[in-house]
């Protein structure tokens, strides 16, 4: 589990309480200050209108319902290091220029990436290199369009949530000024103007970086994949293993690359 993701969430419901709550002059938290930022009416109109209502009208109901259920993997942590990929890899290379390239058949069932393990099968069925490239690059682009899915719900949620708190804000100003009494002008201004609040914490605290979470993800799992992409085709090929060792590391950042 990504404990990032976790403190994160904590640390801004924190900061977001003590910043409604605490009294600065008296350094002491008060909770009775936290029932003026609370108003349900408030808080359905941005929720609801942004979730439900806008991004019904932007997306289809079965992208709505995969993006919803695949929220769950800012939870997540990368499968494997990518460094210890291009061990294996370099390993697999050792074996196949050995004892060739069908001696690997007899690995694939110890290969947990079924990404890696399609590929090698395809290799050692003797599949012609530009077909093997073609599947696996076509896998990545399918990978890319299902996390966009994904992604480009909170990003939408992340651009209508602060419409909806000005809607909800323009609602609360109309019925202030239908009952326009100098009695009821604060709290009925303070009410109008906790849609906008709600609307900025909707985007700037959970949309906007949720769809950041999870791009970052995808760009992992997309260096992890071009890895074995650009290992099983040097292994295809009957590069020397130091060969294929030169050719992954470039995908490392230079200070964790290792050569033996």
């Known amino acids: 589990m990504d404990i990032a993701s976790i403190i994160g969430l904590i640390m801004g419901t924190v ?4 910043g409604m709550g605490f009294d600065f002059n008296k350094l002491v938290f008060d909770p009775k200050k936290l029932g003026g930022f609370v108003d349900y009416p408030s808080i359905f109109v941005v929720i609801i209108g942004s979730m439900l209502g806008s991004m019904m009208v932007a997306q289809n109901l079965k992208q709505w319902g995969t993006a919803i259920k695949a929220t769950k993997l800012i939870f997540g942590l990368p499968k494997g290091s990518a460094q210890d990929l291009i061990n294996m890899l370099v390993g697999f290379a050792e074996t196949a220029r050995r004892d060739g390239i069908l001696a690997l058949e007899s690995v694939v069932e110890e290969i947990e990436d079924d990404y890696l393990v399609r590929g090698i099968r395809l290799a050692v069925d003797g599949t012609d290199p530009e077909l093997i490239e073609a599947i696996m690059e076509t896998e990545l682009e399918i990978l890319e369009l299902r996390h966009n899915v994904v992604i480009k719900y909170w990003d939408l949620v992340g651009k209508y949530a602060p419409t909806w708190g000005m809607l909800g804000t323009l609602m609360g100003l109309v019925l202030m000024l239908a009952d326009m009494r100098p ?14 609040y709600y609307g900025a914490i909707m985007a700037n605290f959970l949309a906007l970086p949720i769809a950041d979470k999870l791009r970052s993800q995808h760009e992992s799992e997309s260096l992890i994949k071009s890895i074995v992409l650009k290992g099983v085709m040097a292994i295809q090929s009957g590069d020397n293993p130091r060969i294929v060792q030169q050719k992954l590391m470039i995908y490392l950042p230079p200070a964790d690359r290792t050569f033996d």
Do not use: F, R
């Open 15 to 18: 900061m977001l309480v003590l």
């Open 183 to 196: 009695e009821t002008i604060g709290p009925n201004m303070s009410i109008a103007l906790l849609t906008t």
